[in-house]
């Protein structure tokens, strides 16, 4: 069983995650995807007037009717910051899995809680979030050798080239007014604009 783990705030939910979710699937050959929206991100403060289960409805509705996509709200029933390191065990079924990681969250996450626990539990699975520039590609090649040599990870890495929005760009569009449609699902925009959300 190749289990694959993608996380993350998704406040919103946008076209860019759907592309990452997909290629995820596809390049590593999984039999089922989890995609697990966090309760508190660990990594980044929100700013905005966030609730969780919207963000988990938007989810819910991005994925509606993908095969072999499952959305779980296993960390929104957590308490406190949503530590991956938590999170993992609760999918370890004697077969593979698999973390799905951008390329931001990638260079620092020697920094994560309990990082080399992470690293023992699964295969770091790479997507870049932006085309890299020579800093961020020698960074990240840095990372990879550091990561693999010191401490035993596993790591794989996308080839699909990034679908370039970034969930806090989406935002900014929505608070200035602008067309935002084709960034998110239909589903997740009607959504959006009948919760006046991010206004």
Not at 75 to 89: F, M
Not at 155 to 162: A, D, R, V
Request: aromatic share 12%.
């Amino acid at each position: 069983m190749r289990t694959g783990i993608f996380g993350g705030t998704f406040a919103p939910i946008h076209n860019g995650h759907i592309k990452a979710a997909k290629s995820f699937l596809r390049e590593m050959k999984l039999d089922v995807l989890y995609v697990i929206p966090d309760r508190i991100p660990p990594h980044k403060q929100i700013s905005w007037n966030d609730d969780p289960s919207l963000r988990l409805e938007m989810v819910k509705l991005a994925f509606d009717g993908e095969e072999r996509i499952i959305v779980s709200d296993t960390e929104l029933k957590r308490e406190g910051k949503s530590y991956t390191v938590y999170t993992l065990p609760e999918f370890m079924d004697g077969g593979e899995l698999f973390l799905l990681c951008g390329t931001d969250m990638f260079v620092t996450f020697d920094t994560w809680f309990r990082f080399e626990d992470i690293f023992k539990m699964c295969t770091l699975v790479l997507m870049q979030r932006t085309l890299p520039s020579p800093q961020i590609k020698a960074l990240t090649e840095e990372k990879k050798k550091l990561y693999t040599e010191q401490y035993g990870a596993k790591i794989e890495i996308i080839k699909e080239e990034p679908f370039e929005i970034s969930s806090s760009e989406i935002r900014e569009k929505i608070i200035c007014g602008e067309d935002y449609s084709s960034y998110v699902p239909k589903k997740v925009y009607d959504f959006i604009e009948e919760k006046g959300l991010y206004r």
